[in-house]
């Protein structure tokens, strides 16, 4: 998914998961969350950003893909209607 998000010419060099540990305000329960992060490389410098903050676009890019790609590789159909309206 990473790869192509890179080439859909989002400004994305990758995407990594990471794992964080957020802490519930009522209960004070601890849990682990995977956070995927946006990487933008601007000649040396590299910069996280949480997908959150990434554009709208780029955001609805990697939810389309996380629905397409698991329907695709297991030989699943996808139809898609206005995509461009989407994105």
Known sequence: ASDLLCKLDLGL?????????ITDPKTQKSMEISVPYGIHRNGQV???LELWRESSGTQRAYTLLS???PA???GGVAVIDELE???
């Open 13 to 21: 060099q990758a995407i990594v998961i990471k794992s964080e540990t």
């Open 46 to 48: 590299e910069r996280q």
């Open 67 to 69: 629905i397409l790609l």
């Open 72 to 74: 695709l590789t297991l």
């Open 85 to 87: 309206a989407d994105l």
